[in-house]
């Protein structure tokens, strides 16, 4: 009899904390414009897009305001991990073969105004990590590329570890264990948490002193839609291709998921700016949609 | 502390810088042992030992991670560096293949390898064993330049593995959107989007038993996590980067050198030996000392490996307590897999005998069938030349021998069959002798007789040999005097059109016999009609036999031509249509009978349809017979013709047209003729079938259905179509029947013609030369007194046979 109570009590409060959440607006993105595009990118206020053109071939952009996408860079792999830093810049890495089948990877950062793309980081061999940061970006590697003496508060991951720097202050924590490591760290509009995915537990919440504040579940790529929501990418597979794939809605205090596509809808790869949420398919067609949450 | 000069912080400095230069020089490898925890996706292949979902058993999950660990292992030891997806086997750690492909972006990793095995995906009895490489893309067009050089520089590698048996000397590359090609472009997920130059390796076929078995073994996984860091080294240049004491491995397999493994399942070359559980594998250097000692498994492998080595002369000894003890010398190279093979000879300590034997005949026993094989049971595996050498079968007979139960057993088959009533004398000489080559002690020896029946018999077939088949849903059908085994016997028949191309059998339609029939037989509709006019050819091979294995005396070929049975008749009148079967009656003797119409037809809409059942009572000696009645005014005399399209079930019951006496005006009556045989029905399907009336003068009303003596027609189905008549040429008849020592007269005659014969002379008809009668008699002679002069034909009736003659009147 207990046990049922508690039960009960249990439900009623999942029920109450329960959120409205409809979908306002859902279009397609580049129709007929763009052939398949992956990777998308929103920046801060949602007002530009940077997308892989093609699975693994270069770098565009699109800008809402005047509807118009530019070609940023041709190379390959340019796409994937790039970036908006908080000077409204784009970042990205490129790379290439050299002697005995090294790769070299090159930072680049696209100048939005000037429409022009200079190398930030010459070629090296390694890792090159991008990090986003509230004042502008840095590029991560055995040499780095900073784009100014103060960066605000940037985050990225290393391993099994969150880096976060704070002025010039740079602190590295594991909340949680993970063998294989941790991805996809982003802080939150107000600044005052971190989400990041751990491989094998998922998405996790953290505040800035690394104490864990929640855990999402097993879900990809989260992105911050708001202070209080995150979205994320929920796919699954059979070891050799996607099986089925989703984009959700998450609270970030881990009391609420929604799912906002269909798991067969192949959905996957979702950002979030200026209040828009936008992905792509496994065949690359990009869709937006904005959504209202009433409490 | 002394200060420092300028040549040692010179030196230090450049120390640094070489450090720093090496790391920038490190290759990074991303390792991605795939699948991961013991879930349904996960491949878990079920082999004995090991029950369903036993973790201890094969998982490529399991593989996958110790080829990892190898790997891992390999590359740290060479300088290179690492990352892995996962060092644990759990749910939680079969990471998301988008999180893998961030986690290597993410890594700065050189070159991805995601590392699988491969199934066939295929029933049973077929299995294949060869490594894979896949990179994204098309083939010959990787997204990522150089992951089609990746997967080469593995492949040459992988597939010198001297440890497994391939099905084929290739290692095959392919981009992954080419080698599916339904999934879209979508390809492998553990590639898409994947920035290092990558690829998903297929090692080899987990499904394919004894791969299965030596894949649970670590120690073959860790031989290819091994060959998988030789790839690396060729792809990043550093073959050349060891020194000549680098170690190397030595590897291989135990087999016995003749026992073959007791199972059903496909084997490929040396795998159809028995691996040699339990042996103790001892490595020995040049001074004979043992530096290692390993022993294989007891899960059916074989495998041993010596990990390692430094490079030098060795000497490997395998041992086991069952087999002679053996000894290889082999060289070890630097950073090179040595792959060292033995065929452990059995210890056979007994001479070999036979245990028991098949056929056992005592004087007074059943005889046995004429294709009974003879079986012996050995106490050792034998030598198969020396024992098959050794057999003696008295009278000579043909065979063919088969071993089984690892060589414990010959079986000696008849080519054909032994000869009926035939006591036969077997005798295995001594000089039979074991695998190990000891002979037996003394001859064995045994008799047995045969039965009386060698061959199967045909009933019936259709089609028969140069018939004409209705060329729509045609049908093969073959009957024979006894059950005929079913089982895939639609495999040994077999019908090729002109060009010898083999037709197709409507397999869900096929009926074979069963248990209580008596009489076998198999009904094979094709599966596409035919086209008219061609010609067919239907072969039936010798092994279609019967329950107890008696088989046809050879292989059957017939040629058959297909035709339409239905196409129009000329210069014909329709007698009956086959649209009503009110108008119908049946009579006679039978256990049931009803007649109706049907939607199978040639002509129209329907068809009459008879469906019959002749079965007798037990006590009756009433054979039983059906008259079909159909409302017919149409007389035939002789030469006209009676055309019926039937449609038959092989029933071989026996069907007649049947005629009954009438008068024509004031012609008086001839004898007429009462039954004329239409056919028997030993086909399948429509055929059209034309009968000239020998003599008489007859009205047409119906048919009667008897049973032959066949064992076949107890019971059946007619369809009959379009009865037509046709009225003869008055010389139609004379071709048909030929009567000597008929003789007519005079010619010309102006009062009478006289007809004489050996026989009594029945009736004469003379008939204008169009056919039509003009005088009547039944007698021998005809006045033709008031018949104009000219040219005439006398048709003479003799004993039921007619003669027509040419004569003419003269006034």
Same mark, same amino acid.
């Given at each position: 009899?207990?046990?049922?109570?508690?039960?009960?009590?249990?439900?009623?409060?999942?029920?109450?904390?329960?959120?409205?959440?409809?979908?306002?607006?859902?279009?397609?993105?580049?129709?007929?414009?763009?052939?398949?595009?992956?990777?998308?990118?929103?920046?801060?206020?949602?007002?530009?897009?940077?997308?892989?053109?093609?699975?693994?071939?270069?770098?565009?952009?699109?800008?809402?305001?005047?509807?118009?996408?530019?070609?940023?860079?041709?190379?390959?792999?340019?796409?994937?991990?790039?970036?908006?830093?908080?000077?409204?810049?784009?970042?990205?890495?490129?790379?290439?073969?050299?002697?005995?089948?090294?790769?070299?990877? #090159?930072?680049?950062?696209?100048?939005?105004?000037?429409?022009?793309?200079?190398?930030?980081?010459?070629?090296?061999?390694?890792?090159?990590?991008?990090?986003?940061?509230?004042?502008?970006?840095?590029?991560?590697?055995?040499?780095?590329?900073?784009?100014?003496?103060?960066?605000?508060?940037?985050?990225?991951?290393?391993?099994?570890?969150?880096?976060?720097?704070?002025?010039?202050?740079?602190?590295?924590?594991?909340?949680?264990?993970?063998?294989?490591?941790?991805?996809?760290?982003?802080?939150?509009?107000?600044?005052?948490?971190?989400?990041?995915?751990?491989?094998?537990?998922?998405?996790?919440?953290?505040?800035?002193?690394?104490?864990?504040?929640?855990?999402?579940?097993?879900?990809?790529?989260?992105?911050?839609?708001?202070?209080?929501?995150?979205?994320?990418?929920?796919?699954?597979?059979?070891?050799?291709?996607? #099986?089925?794939?989703?984009?959700?809605?998450?609270?970030?205090?881990?009391?609420?998921?929604?799912?906002?596509?269909?798991?067969?809808?192949? #959905?996957?790869?979702?950002?979030?700016?200026?209040?828009?949420?936008?992905?792509?398919?496994?065949?690359?067609?990009?869709?937006?949609?904005?959504?209202?949450?009433?409490? | 502390?002394?200060?420092?000069?300028?040549?040692?912080?010179?030196?230090?400095? +450049?120390?640094?810088?070489?450090?720093?230069?090496?790391?920038?020089?490190?290759?990074?490898?991303?390792?991605?042992?795939?699948?991961?925890?013991?879930?349904?996706?996960?491949?878990? @292949?079920?082999?004995?030992?090991?029950?369903?979902?036993?973790?201890?058993?094969?998982?490529?999950?399991?593989?996958?991670?110790?080829?990892?660990?190898?790997?891992?292992?390999?590359?740290?030891?060479?300088?290179?560096?690492?990352?892995?997806?996962?060092?644990?086997?759990?749910?939680?750690?079969?990471?998301?293949?988008?999180?893998?492909?961030?986690?290597?972006?993410?890594?700065?990793?050189?070159?991805?390898?995601?590392?699988?095995?491969?199934?066939?995906?295929?029933?049973?009895?077929?299995?294949?064993?060869?490594?894979?490489?896949?990179?994204?893309?098309?083939?010959?067009?990787?997204?990522?330049?150089?992951?089609?050089?990746?997967?080469?520089?593995?492949?040459?590698?992988?597939?010198?593995?001297?440890?497994?048996?391939?099905?084929?000397?290739?290692?095959?590359?392919?981009?992954?959107?080419?080698?599916?090609?339904?999934?879209?472009?979508?390809? /492998?997920?553990?590639?898409?989007?994947?920035?290092?130059?990558?690829?998903?390796?297929?090692?080899?076929?987990?499904?394919?038993?004894?791969?299965?078995?030596?894949?649970?073994?670590?120690?073959?996984?860790?031989?290819?996590?091994?060959?998988?860091?030789?790839?690396?080294?060729?792809?990043?240049?550093?073959?050349?980067?060891?020194?000549?004491?680098?170690?190397?491995?030595?590897?291989?397999?135990?087999?016995?050198?003749?026992?073959?493994?007791?199972?059903?399942?496909?084997?490929?070359?040396?795998?159809?030996?028995?691996?040699?559980?339990?042996?103790?594998?001892?490595?020995?250097?040049?001074?004979?000392?043992?530096?290692?000692?390993?022993?294989?498994?007891?899960?059916?492998?074989?495998?041993?490996?010596?990990?390692?080595?430094?490079?030098?002369?060795?000497?490997?000894?395998?041992?086991?307590?069952?087999?002679?003890?053996?000894?290889?010398?082999?060289?070890?190279?630097?950073?090179?897999?040595?792959?060292?093979?033995?065929?452990?000879?059995?210890?056979?300590?007994?001479?070999?005998?036979?245990?028991?034997?098949?056929?056992?005949?005592?004087?007074?026993?059943?005889?046995?069938?004429?294709?009974?094989?003879?079986?012996?049971?050995?106490?050792?595996?034998?030598?198969?030349?020396?024992?098959?050498?050794?057999?003696?079968?008295?009278?000579?007979?043909?065979?063919?021998?088969?071993?089984?139960?690892?060589?414990?057993?010959?079986?000696?088959?008849?080519?054909?069959?032994?000869?009926?009533?035939?006591?036969?004398?077997?005798?295995?000489?001594?000089?039979?002798?074991?695998?190990?080559?000891?002979?037996?002690?003394?001859?064995?020896?045994?008799?047995?007789?045969?039965? *009386?029946?060698?061959?199967?018999?045909?009933?019936?077939?259709?089609?028969?040999?140069?018939?004409?088949?209705?060329?729509?849903?045609?049908?093969?059908?073959?009957?024979?005097?006894?059950?005929?085994?079913?089982?895939?016997?639609?495999?040994?028949?077999? @019908?090729?059109?002109?060009?010898?191309?083999?037709?197709?059998?409507?397999?869900?339609?096929?009926?074979?016999?069963?248990?209580?029939?008596?009489?076998?037989?198999?009904?094979?509709?094709?599966?596409?009609?035919?086209?008219?006019?061609?010609?067919?050819?239907?072969?039936?091979?010798?092994?279609?036999?019967?329950?107890?294995?008696?088989?046809?005396?050879?292989?059957?070929?017939?040629?058959?031509?297909?035709?339409?049975?239905? +196409?129009?008749?000329?210069?014909?009148?329709?007698?009956?249509?086959?649209?009503?079967? *009110?108008?119908?009656?049946? &009579?006679?003797?039978?256990?049931?009978?009803?007649?109706?119409?049907?939607?199978?037809?040639?002509?129209?809409?329907? &068809?009459?349809?008879?469906?019959?059942?002749?079965?007798?009572?037990?006590?009756?000696?009433?054979?039983?017979?059906?008259? /079909?009645?159909?409302?017919?005014?149409?007389?035939?005399?002789?030469?006209?013709?009676?055309?019926?399209?039937?449609?038959?079930?092989?029933?071989?019951?026996?069907?007649?047209?049947?005629?009954?006496?009438?008068?024509?005006?004031?012609?008086?009556?001839?004898?007429?003729?009462?039954?004329?045989?239409?056919?028997?029905?030993?086909?399948?399907?429509?055929?059209?079938?034309?009968?000239? @009336?020998?003599?008489?003068?007859?009205?047409? *009303?119906?048919?009667?259905?008897?049973?032959?003596?066949?064992?076949?027609?107890?019971?059946?189905?007619?369809?009959?179509?379009?009865?037509?008549?046709?009225?003869?040429?008055?010389?139609?008849?004379?071709?048909? @029947?030929?009567?000597?020592?008929?003789?007519?007269?005079?010619?010309?005659?102006?009062?009478?013609?006289?007809?004489?014969?050996?026989?009594?002379?029945?009736?004469?008809?003379?008939?204008?030369?169009?056919?039509?009668?003009?005088?009547?008699?039944?007698?021998?002679?005809?006045?033709?007194?008031?018949?104009?002069?000219?040219?005439?034909?006398?048709?003479?009736?003799?004993?039921?046979?007619?003669?027509?003659?040419? +004569?003419?009147?003269?006034?």
């Amino acid at each position: 009899m207990k046990k049922l109570l508690l039960l009960s009590m249990g439900c009623v409060a999942l029920w109450g904390a329960a959120q409205q959440v409809t979908v306002v607006e859902r279009t397609r993105l580049l129709q007929d414009v763009e052939g398949p595009a992956y990777h998308p990118v929103l920046n801060v206020d949602g007002s530009r897009l940077l997308f892989a053109s093609g699975e693994q071939f270069g770098l565009k952009m699109y800008s809402y305001d005047d509807n118009v996408v530019t070609r940023v860079s041709d190379e390959a792999g340019a796409g994937i991990d790039a970036f908006w830093g908080g000077d409204g810049k784009a970042y990205y890495v490129t790379q290439e073969r050299r002697q005995n089948n090294l790769v070299f990877r #090159t930072g680049h950062c696209y100048d939005v105004a000037a429409q022009r793309s200079q190398v930030v980081l010459e070629a090296q061999h390694g890792a090159v990590r991008p990090m986003p940061a509230t004042r502008g970006a840095a590029l991560r590697g055995n040499a780095s590329y900073v784009s100014g003496k103060s960066l605000g508060t940037a985050v990225t991951t290393q391993g099994s570890e969150v880096v976060l720097t704070v002025g010039s202050k740079e602190r590295r924590f594991t909340p949680v264990d993970s063998d294989a490591g941790y991805l996809w760290a982003s802080l939150s509009p107000d600044g005052q948490r971190v989400a990041f995915f751990a491989a094998g537990s998922g998405i996790v919440v953290m505040d800035l002193n690394g104490n864990v504040l929640a855990q999402l579940g097993n879900y990809e790529m989260p992105c911050w839609l708001n202070d209080d929501y995150l979205v994320a990418q929920n796919a699954t597979d059979d070891g050799h291709q996607f #099986t089925s794939s989703q984009i959700i809605l998450l609270k970030a205090d881990g009391t609420f998921r929604h799912e906002l596509t269909r798991p067969t809808s192949m #959905t996957m790869q979702p950002t979030c700016g200026g209040g828009k949420i936008v992905y792509t398919t496994i065949d690359g067609q990009l869709h937006q949609m904005k959504i209202q949450i009433n409490p | 502390m002394k200060p420092m000069n300028f040549k040692t912080i010179l030196a230090m400095l +450049v120390a640094v810088m070489g450090i720093h230069c090496a790391l920038a020089q490190q290759p990074h490898v991303y390792i991605n042992p795939g699948h991961g925890g013991h879930d349904a996706d996960d491949r878990n @292949v079920v082999v004995p030992p090991f029950a369903q979902g036993d973790t201890m058993g094969f998982w490529e999950s399991n593989s996958n991670l110790w080829k990892g660990f190898a790997l891992r292992e390999m590359l740290k030891k060479k300088g290179y560096k690492t990352s892995i997806s996962r060092i644990r086997n759990r749910t939680a750690d079969d990471l998301n293949l988008s999180t893998i492909v961030a986690l290597c972006n993410s890594s700065g990793a050189d070159v991805f390898y995601s590392i699988h095995s491969n199934a066939t995906g295929a029933g049973e009895h077929y299995r294949i064993n060869f490594p894979l490489g896949l990179y994204r893309g098309y083939t010959g067009s990787p997204i990522v330049p150089g992951s089609d050089q990746l997967a080469k520089d593995l492949g040459v590698y992988l597939l010198a593995n001297q440890s497994t048996v391939w099905s084929e000397n290739n290692y095959r590359i392919a981009g992954d959107w080419t080698f599916y090609p339904d999934w879209n472009n979508q390809g /492998l997920g553990v590639l898409r989007g994947n920035n290092a130059v990558s690829m998903l390796d297929e090692g080899s076929f987990h499904d394919y038993y004894p791969e299965t078995y030596r894949l649970i073994n670590h120690d073959y996984d860790w031989v290819e996590g091994f060959n998988f860091s030789l790839g690396a080294d060729r792809y990043f240049g550093r073959l050349e980067n060891y020194s000549d004491d680098f170690e190397g491995i030595i590897t291989g397999n135990l087999r016995d050198d003749r026992l073959l493994r007791n199972v059903t399942w496909v084997l490929l070359g040396d795998d159809k030996r028995q691996p040699i559980n339990g042996a103790t594998v001892r490595l020995i250097d040049s001074e004979g000392n043992v530096v290692q000692t390993t022993m294989t498994d007891n899960i059916e492998n074989g495998i041993y490996l010596f990990k390692y080595v430094k490079p030098g002369t060795y000497t490997v000894e395998a041992s086991e307590p069952e087999h002679f003890t053996q000894t290889k010398q082999v060289v070890v190279a630097s950073n090179a897999p040595t792959y060292c093979n033995f065929d452990l000879k059995r210890v056979r300590n007994t001479p070999p005998e036979v245990l028991s034997y098949s056929p056992v005949w005592s004087e007074g026993d059943p005889a046995e069938l004429c294709v009974e094989p003879i079986v012996l049971q050995f106490n050792w595996d034998m030598d198969i030349e020396a024992t098959e050498a050794a057999l003696e079968i008295e009278p000579a007979v043909e065979g063919t021998f088969r071993w089984e139960d690892t060589n414990y057993r010959m079986v000696f088959t008849p080519v054909d069959a032994y000869q009926t009533n035939t006591l036969y004398t077997v005798t295995l000489h001594k000089s039979a002798c074991h695998g190990g080559g000891t002979p037996m002690e003394q001859d064995f020896t045994f008799q047995f007789l045969t039965q *009386s029946r060698s061959h199967l018999n045909t009933l019936a077939l259709w089609p028969r040999e140069d018939c004409q088949v209705h060329y729509k849903t045609p049908y093969v059908e073959f009957r024979t005097d006894s059950l005929l085994q079913s089982k895939d016997l639609f495999n040994l028949f077999h @019908v090729y059109d002109k060009s010898g191309t083999e037709l197709d059998w409507s397999k869900r339609q096929i009926k074979n016999n069963k248990n209580g029939d008596n009489y076998g037989y198999i009904r094979l509709p094709l599966l596409r009609d035919l086209v008219p006019g061609d010609e067919y050819t239907l072969k039936i091979e010798r092994e279609v036999s019967d329950t107890a294995g008696i088989h046809l005396p050879a292989e059957m070929n017939y040629k058959f031509v297909a035709a339409d049975m239905g +196409v129009e008749k000329p210069e014909t009148e329709l007698l009956y249509d086959g649209e009503d079967a *009110s108008g119908v009656t049946i &009579s006679g003797t039978y256990k049931s009978a009803s007649v109706s119409t049907s939607t199978a037809h040639l002509f129209g809409s329907k &068809s009459l349809q008879l469906k019959w059942d002749f079965a007798k009572e037990d006590d009756t000696e009433v054979e039983p017979e059906l008259l /079909l009645g159909l409302e017919s005014d149409q007389v035939f005399t002789a030469g006209d013709t009676l055309c019926v399209h039937v449609w038959g079930d092989m029933s071989c019951n026996k069907l007649q047209a049947v005629f009954l006496p009438t008068s024509d005006g004031d012609m008086p009556a001839l004898p007429g003729i009462d039954m004329l045989d239409v056919c028997t029905l030993d086909f399948h399907g429509w055929q059209y079938i034309q009968m000239v @009336v020998p003599y008489g003068y007859s009205k047409f *009303s119906g048919f009667h259905m008897m049973p032959t003596d066949s064992r076949m027609g107890v019971s059946g189905t007619l369809l009959i179509d379009n009865v037509l008549y046709k009225r003869g040429m008055p010389n139609s008849g004379v071709n048909r @029947v030929t009567l000597d020592n008929v003789h007519v007269g005079p010619v010309p005659a102006s009062d009478y013609i006289v007809a004489s014969a050996d026989s009594r002379i029945q009736g004469v008809e003379l008939l204008d030369l169009g056919g039509k009668a003009l005088v009547r008699n039944a007698t021998n002679y005809v006045n033709v007194a008031d018949i104009p002069a000219g040219v005439y034909l006398l048709r003479v009736h003799v004993n039921g046979l007619t003669s027509t003659h040419k +004569v003419a009147v003269q006034h």
